[in-house]
């Protein structure tokens, strides 16, 4: 019984209890984990006080198993007053990505940031600068814009100015977690060089890194050597300029690039657009483990069901039934990763009520069968 009590309570930080995934709700992860740590040590203690009385001669089996009952009730309601409290900060948060001010350098108009730290749980933000990040350990989820993803070792972006984004990932013990991040404005090579004929692939390449761009191949491979040798300490600023043009002309040219932003919208021409698709967003991903109704997005949107399905092809590339799906097996990767839960439950609770459903979009998505999934990434964790 108490490990199972164990299990949910485990389960309900990671998404059961409330709509959605705590990791998909990109917050202060600390904040997360404290109040996660919170709830797990009630329920060591009150496991550790029940398993005690399991020896307790002078009660009954009846009494034994009434204060079984009473003291996990006692314990699912702290651990759901918890829960709440952890549910309406990332909510807070999630609406409301954080603006970062990068700092300045007087000298070269790059920054350079070499991050080593236990885990990645950087909230969701934008800034204005665009973005190269790679990630030379560590392995979670990564969130550009509408777009969630599994994220490993190589992993290698470029987002764009103001797109918001962070990377996810849980402590473990003995596996710290380190990433190259060179941030940089669009004017970094002059104001009027993206207007010239010769920066116009580079204008194009900004652009379209406003959705977000994973690189992949021997794409990913030279510019990550590229990238790392910019952060050379002999690299004098004039180098790491030049640098850096080479490798964004690179990635310009290549066809080694896919966009990660489940979006293909085009941008909205009023503001009742923007907060049509933001309270669409919100609903879908609020309650993606839910059954989600196309109407009630609709009628969140102010549109008419046809409407709607219009509205919703045309700025996010994909009928509303299909993006839902891949919300949900994005959900159920986690939970493959993380978990030791069977493919049937891990179906439920990412929001499949059918698991031949979720075995055929699994697939569709993924290429593999969930179990399949599950035994690869295990092989490549024990590489690591």
Not at 97 to 106: G, N, S, V
Not at 337 to 366: C, M, Q, S, T, V
Request: proline share 5%; hydrophobic share 40%; glycine share 8%.
């Amino acid at each position: 019984m108490f490990p199972r009590l164990a299990l949910n309570v485990n389960a309900g930080l990671a998404g059961k209890e409330f709509p959605g995934n705590w990791h998909a709700l990109p917050v202060a992860a600390t904040e997360v984990q404290q109040k996660g740590a919170d709830v797990r040590e009630l329920t060591r203690s009150a496991a550790t006080c029940l398993q005690a009385h399991q020896g307790d001669t002078f009660l009954s089996g009846a009494k034994k198993h009434r204060l079984r009952v009473f003291a996990m009730s006692g314990i699912i309601t702290e651990v759901t007053h918890r829960l709440n409290g952890i549910q309406q900060t990332m909510y807070a948060r999630r609406r409301n990505p954080t603006l970062e001010l990068i700092p300045k350098d007087p000298v070269l108009p790059l920054t350079l940031i070499d991050l080593r730290a236990s885990c990645f749980s950087y909230p969701w933000h934008h800034h204005p600068e665009l973005e190269l990040t790679l990630i030379l350990q560590g392995r979670g989820l990564r969130y550009v814009g509408d777009s969630i993803k599994e994220f490993e070792s190589g992993d290698l972006c470029l987002i764009g100015a103001g797109t918001p984004h962070c990377w996810l990932s849980e402590p473990v013990a003995g596996r710290p977690v380190r990433a190259m991040v060179l941030q940089f404005p669009s004017t970094v090579f002059g104001a009027g060089f993206l207007d010239l004929q010769v920066g116009r692939p580079i204008r194009d390449l900004f652009e379209k890194a406003e959705r977000g761009l994973s690189l992949d191949g021997q794409l990913n491979s030279r510019v990550a050597d590229r990238l790392q040798s910019v952060f050379l300490p002999r690299r004098s600023p004039l180098d790491r300029l030049g640098q850096l043009l080479q490798l964004l002309a690179d990635i310009a040219q290549s066809k080694e690039v896919s966009v990660l932003s489940l979006s293909t919208m085009t941008q909205p021409e009023s503001p009742s657009q923007v907060a049509s698709m933001r309270r669409t967003l919100a609903y879908v991903h609020e309650n993606a483990t839910r059954n989600i109704s196309q109407r009630d997005a609709a009628r969140l949107a102010g549109l008419s069901p046809a409407g709607f399905s219009r509205f919703f092809s045309r700025h996010f590339g994909k009928p509303f039934v299909a993006y839902v799906a891949e919300v949900r097996v994005g959900q159920a990767c986690r939970l493959l990763l993380e978990d030791e839960l069977g493919i049937a439950e891990i179906a439920e609770r990412a929001g499949f009520n059918n698991l031949a459903n979720f075995n055929r979009r699994f697939r569709l998505l993924k290429g593999v069968t969930p179990s399949e999934y599950r035994r690869m990434a295990r092989t490549m964790g024990a590489g690591d």
